[in-house]
C-alpha cells in the first residue's frame, strides 16, 4: 500500500503561482512513476506531468509545458508541482497518483494509488 497525501492547493490570481506537494508513504520503490492529474467540474480527469523516481526524467501535457514543472525529493519521499504563470482554465482539483508500472505514461488506469486532491482556484 502507498499513501499519499497533497497540500498546497488555494485561489490564486491569473498569473500567479502556487506549489503543490505530495508526500508519499507506505511501499514506495525507486522504479515508481509519480504523477500531477487534475479534474475540473464536469470534466474527466486529465493528466498534468509525470516523473520517475529512479531517473527523474519528466513529461507534461502540452497544456502546461512551460509554465509547470514536477520535481521530486528522494530524501523527503515528496513530490512537487511548481505552477506559474496560472490562467482560469487550470482551475481544478489536482490529484497526485502513483504508478508500480515503470513504464507508465500520461492514462489515468496506470496509476495504482491516489491521493485525496488539493483544490486550485484560479480567478480572472
Known amino acids: 500500500q502507498v499513501q499519499l497525501v497533497e497540500s498546497g492547493g488555494g485561489l490564486v490570481q491569473t498569473g500567479g503561482s502556487l506549489r503543490l506537494s505530495c508526500a508519499a508513504s507506505?511501499?514506495?520503490?525507486?522504479?515508481?512513476?509519480m504523477g500531477w492529474f487534475r479534474q475540473a467540474p464536469g470534466k474527466e480527469r486529465e493528466f498534468v506531468a509525470r516523473?520517475?523516481?529512479?531517473?527523474?526524467?519528466?513529461s507534461y501535457a502540452d497544456s502546461v509545458k512551460g509554465r509547470f514543472t514536477i520535481s521530486r525529493d528522494n530524501a523527503k519521499n515528496t513530490v512537487y508541482l511548481q505552477m506559474n504563470s496560472l490562467k482560469p482554465e487550470d482551475t481544478a482539483v489536482y490529484y497526485c497518483?502513483?504508478?508500480?508500472?515503470?513504464?507508465?505514461?500520461?492514462?489515468?488506469?496506470?496509476?495504482?494509488?491516489w491521493g485525496q486532491g488539493t483544490q486550485v482556484t484560479v480567478s480572472s
Open positions: 497518483a502513483v504508478a508500480k508500472l515503470p513504464r507508465a505514461t500520461t492514462i489515468v488506469a496506470e496509476y495504482d494509488y
Open positions: 507506505g511501499r514506495t520503490f525507486s522504479t515508481d512513476v
Open positions: 516523473i520517475r523516481w529512479s531517473s527523474g526524467s519528466t
